[in-house]
């Protein structure tokens, strides 16, 4: 009697979706050193502006390490992990835009804008969407 084993399949990851974690891990990195500057730069501002840079700053710096901590799920395709992403992006995105009004970060600001909308993308739009429906 010949018993059959089944293999699992080997799901191979879209470049994308591997593009998108090496994008992940530094828009991580670079949010949470984003936030220690604007964190340090509140002693650049006015009296009454300090405590709302100095939260700015820190939120910052932790949406941007818990960015960091999806990255090893959304490479192996963790729905809980995109939905993640997407959350902490949403908020970061709102951090940012009071980042730009309220302190001179405004280029830093705008490149991390356009990172995070682009690693967004990635993870919803096909190809890269399709490897977080094989799981």
């Known amino acids: 009697m010949?018993?059959?084993?089944?293999?699992?399949r080997s799901h191979?990851?879209?470049v994308v979706v591997t593009v998108v974690v090496?994008?992940?891990v530094l828009s991580g990195l670079s949010n949470a050193l984003l936030g220690l500057t604007v964190l340090l730069s509140r002693y650049q501002v006015p009296d009454g502006d300090v405590l709302a840079v100095s939260l700015i700053g820190a939120a910052v710096i932790l949406f941007?390490?818990?960015?960091l901590a999806v990255a090893a799920a959304i490479a192996r395709g963790s729905?809980?992990?995109?939905?993640?992403?997407?959350?902490?992006?949403?908020?970061?995105?709102?951090?940012?835009?009071?980042?730009?009004?309220?302190?001179?970060w405004d280029w830093a600001v705008l490149v991390q804008s356009v990172v995070e909308?682009?690693?967004?993308?990635?993870?919803?739009?096909?190809?890269?969407?399709?490897?977080f429906l094989d799981r």
């Open 22 to 24: 090496i994008l992940v």
């Open 12 to 14: 191979k990851r879209p």
């Open 2 to 8: 010949d018993i059959v084993t089944e293999q699992p």
């Open 64 to 67: 941007g390490l818990l960015t």
């Open 79 to 104: 729905r809980l992990a995109r939905l993640l992403l997407t959350i902490y992006i949403g908020v970061q995105l709102a951090l940012h835009a009071v980042t730009a009004l309220t302190t001179t």
């Open 117 to 131: 909308l682009l690693v967004v993308v990635a993870v919803w739009a096909p190809p890269g969407s399709r490897h």
